[in-house]
């Protein structure tokens, strides 16, 4: 072989080795622990639903899916964080999100674009919020309540400000006109519900699937679920839109979903893996399992159908924000 021949082939080699590895590192994705980061503190909703995924998404993906609890700022706090993520970490980086990645876009002065910043990767389920009281409240029923919450001074907990319990609790306020209402915001619902089972705030409106076994030994009241139909779960108890017809709540509907996001920087070939063993194990017969524990339905919304519905999100909840000054 002729050197100049040789010389070709060796540089070819040189070029084409270092892509042979790029392609190698990018098919085998992950190569380390995930981390799935939950913007609220330990003991909720987001919180059970995360532990319960991360386990299951470890087995699927042959890694470690590590639960990093970071609240704050309804949110916020973990989702800039997300949003900042370098790219180097970005494909090994996801957060559960919920409803207040939505109502943070009203109601904070953001770092990030909520929408644009981000790659949505599988709404994973679908819960109702209850309204419910301690089990001593004088409120046996919701007629009850929404008649005495006009005129009486009643408080609510959440365990944060923007929280889809948050959000419902002040469309419930604005819909029936009660202007001695008071919001009573806490570090997560580890604190949040004792204070409501001690009957330090009058009632709330929880999601689901953190009160239910609540509901079941009688230690709070469920007066009402905020879907549009009745929830499965519970079903002798009326829909807010149903029972308050007469007080202005006709059209009265909120739910919590919780869904998997990464950044806008994750690659192509970790969002499509991540894709497909999120569906896995939402195939699961024990993430079927699962859902009755949370009282709630699985999502099927994933890419850019997750996306279209967190934007119809904010647009609901801004609209909310600037009709009653929340934001202010």
Do not use: C
């Not at 915001?185 to 929880?206: H, I, K, T, Y």
């Amino acid at each position: 072989m002729k050197p100049l021949m040789k010389m070709l082939m060796a540089a070819g080699a040189a070029v084409f080795l270092p892509l042979m590895g790029t392609s190698a590192q990018a098919a085998d994705w992950p190569a380390k622990n995930v981390t799935l980061v939950v913007p609220y503190a330990a003991g909720g909703t987001t919180d059970i639903l995360s532990r319960r995924v991360a386990d299951l998404l470890g087995t699927e993906l042959g890694v470690t899916v590590i639960v990093e609890n970071r609240p704050g700022a309804g949110t916020t706090v973990a989702t800039a964080q997300l949003a900042r993520v370098s790219k180097r970490d970005a494909d090994y980086r996801v957060l559960m999100s919920s409803p207040g990645h939505t109502v943070g876009a009203s109601l904070y002065p953001l770092s990030y674009d909520p929408v644009k910043d981000f790659r949505f990767i599988q709404n994973v389920i679908d819960i109702p919020n209850v309204l419910v009281v301690p089990a001593k409240s004088k409120y046996q029923t919701f007629e009850e309540f929404v008649a005495a919450a006009k005129t009486e001074a009643t408080s609510y907990s959440s365990p944060g400000i923007g929280s889809s319990i948050h959000m419902s609790g002040e469309l419930f306020k604005s819909k029936i006109g009660a202007p001695n209402m008071t919001h009573v915001p806490f570090r997560g619902s580890g604190e949040a519900l004792p204070a409501l089972l001690a009957g330090d705030v009058d009632f709330s409106f929880e999601n689901l699937p953190t009160v239910y076994p609540m509901i079941k030994s009688g230690q709070l009241r469920v007066l009402a679920v905020t879907t549009n139909e009745p929830s499965p779960f519970l079903p002798e108890v009326p829909t807010v839109k149903a029972a308050g017809v007469a007080h202005g709540l006709g059209d009265f509907a909120t739910s919590a979903w919780f869904g998997l996001i990464g950044s806008a920087s994750m690659s192509d070939e970790a969002y499509g893996k991540l894709q497909v063993a999120v569906n896995n194990v939402m195939q699961s017969q024990a993430f079927n399992d699962f859902l009755p524990q949370l009282g709630a339905i699985a999502g099927k919304e994933s890419g850019d159908a997750f996306k279209a519905m967190v934007e119809r999100d904010i647009n609901q909840w801004a609209a909310l924000v600037e009709a009653t000054g929340l934001g202010e």
